[in-house]
């Protein structure tokens, strides 16, 4: 079976940049995605095909994805980006989800 | 704007079939592929599987034993079954739209909806 990891948590202060990791196997040559979730909310993807933003999600959320591991990054965290962040990838036609990080900004 | 509403019965004993539909309003189920994806109570998401309107599906392997999923184009509709239920299966059930296979993520996704299995 495929496996992608995060770490459980990353911390941030207010307008400090957050970089969260995903790891899988040869994820690079895949197209990663990241989801935010927030308490009692469905997942929102904030990040599709590595890099592109769709409509509505804000300039501070980047992406990229080499090698072994896909990242998203916060530039000038804000306190509604406190959430848990999925990331995803298809593994040959098998959805397969990160365990997910807590985002603290604080 | 896509919309999904999921439904279904909140509990189900366990051994029974777990039984859920999904509405699709605001686009057609004829194109993109739609699927199913948990959350267990303070945990994180889980894939099911996948079903493209022509019938074609894709399962995840720790579930595809147990899983079936449909579509119905006259009514917009997709559904999803599990059966031989546990415990484990306790989650909030989601489904969401992906405009295509590998190159896309799920853009749109149901409220979601707790299915608990207990007797």
């Known amino acids: 079976s495929y496996e992608l990891t995060q770490p459980p948590s990353v911390s941030v202060s207010p307008g400090q940049t957050a970089s969260i990791t995903c790891g899988g196997d040869k994820l690079g040559e895949k197209y990663a995605c990241w989801y935010q979730q927030k308490p009692g909310q469905s997942p929102v993807m904030v990040m599709y095909?590595?890099?592109k933003r769709p409509s509505g999600i804000p300039e501070r959320f980047s992406g990229s994805n080499s090698g072994n591991t896909a990242t998203l990054t916060i530039s000038g965290a804000q306190a509604m980006d406190e959430a848990d962040y999925y990331c995803?990838?298809?593994?040959?036609?098998?959805?397969?989800f990160g365990g997910g990080t807590k985002l603290t900004v604080l | 704007q896509v919309q999904l509403q999921e439904s279904g019965p909140g509990l189900v004993k366990p051994s029974e079939t777990l039984s859920l539909t999904c509405t699709v309003s605001g686009d057609s189920i004829s194109s993109d592929y739609w699927s199913w994806i948990r959350q267990p109570p303070g945990k994180g998401l889980e894939w099911i599987g996948y079903i493209f309107h022509s019938g074609t599906t894709n399962y995840n392997p720790s579930l595809k034993s147990r899983v079936i999923i449909s579509v119905d184009t006259a009514k917009n509709q997709f559904s999803l079954n599990l059966n031989s239920v546990t415990a484990t299966d306790t989650a909030v059930y989601y489904c969401?739209?992906?405009?295509?296979?590998?190159?896309?993520?799920?853009?749109?996704w149901g409220q979601g909806t707790l299915v608990t299995v207990s007797s």
């Open positions: 095909q590595d890099t």
């Open positions: 969401a739209r992906h405009e295509g296979l590998v190159t896309s993520g799920f853009d749109s």
């Open positions: 995803q990838a298809w593994y040959s036609t098998t959805g397969v």
